[in-house]
């Protein structure tokens, strides 16, 4: 298993630009999430997905947008880029039962993002 | 709402020395569940350990050890004998609910150097 897989690694955009983040994972999980970590900060959550079809805002959405099609695949979409946005994106995933024990969020690499 | 404090930003120490990171949540719910992560230089994220709110056993996984108290709303981290390579920024994370994938909360970070 390859786990959750981030592409790209670095992209610098300009001011207005638009973009796809993307994010596989290979583990059948149901939920899926993104993350952004500004330099020196912990993770906000951004969007979230509780399985194809499905998604729900975070912490953080403006700015953002995802869609859900696959298991698979939640890839994020920055509209008009702007310098706010320089972070750090992360992807996760997990399984949830909703059972009693709870499940683990796995993230994948992340990617660096620079808007200029 | 949720929050997370970890009150050290950074911490150094010294190789074979024993070093705790502090971590104290707030949250409403009687659900719940607490997540340390790892993030070395490289930038990834590394899962060290998830805890449900009805267990309050203290844990020990090799030099890694955590204590979890409600009475006083903190999942401290406890590194023994730290090593070079423990060197990170440790991430403390709070999940209400009874899924704990829906909405992570993290705090702000500890970064963490041992010296040779």
């Known amino acids: 298993n390859a786990g959750v897989t981030q592409t790209p690694k670095f992209r610098i955009l300009k001011i207005g630009q638009s973009m796809t983040l993307q994010c596989t994972q290979d583990m059948n999980h149901n939920y899926m999430y993104w993350y952004r970590q500004d330099p020196g900060m912990g993770l906000k959550l951004i969007y979230y997905?509780?399985?194809?079809?499905?998604?729900d805002k975070g912490e953080v959405p403006n700015g953002y947008n995802v869609s859900r099609s696959t298991t698979e695949d939640f890839p994020l979409r920055l509209e008009l880029a702007a310098p706010s946005q320089t972070s750090v994106y992360f992807c996760?995933?997990?399984?949830?039962?909703?059972?009693?024990?709870?499940?683990?969020?796995?993230f994948g690499p992340g990617t660096r993002l620079l808007v200029l | 709402a949720q929050k997370v404090t970890q009150a050290q930003t950074e911490i150094s120490v010294v190789e074979k020395e024993d070093v705790t990171l502090d971590c104290v949540y707030e949250?409403?719910?009687?659900?719940?569940?607490l997540f340390w992560y790892k993030q070395p230089p490289s930038g990834e994220l590394v899962f060290l350990i998830r805890?449900?709110?009805?267990?309050?056993q203290n844990e020990i996984s090799g030099r890694y050890s955590w204590n979890f108290q409600k009475s006083t709303s903190s999942f401290n981290f406890t590194i023994t004998a730290s090593q070079v390579v423990d060197s990170a920024v440790y991430f403390c994370?709070?999940?209400?609910?009874?899924?704990?994938?829906?909405?992570?909360?993290f705090g702000e970070g500890t970064q963490l150097t041992v010296n040779p």
């Open positions: 949250t409403r719910d009687t659900t719940y569940y």
């Open positions: 994370a709070l999940s209400e609910g009874e899924t704990s994938g829906s909405r992570l909360t």
């Open positions: 997905s509780v399985g194809a079809g499905i998604t």
């Open positions: 996760a995933s997990s399984y949830e039962t909703g059972g009693p024990e709870g499940e683990t969020q796995y």
């Open positions: 805890r449900n709110s009805f267990d309050e």
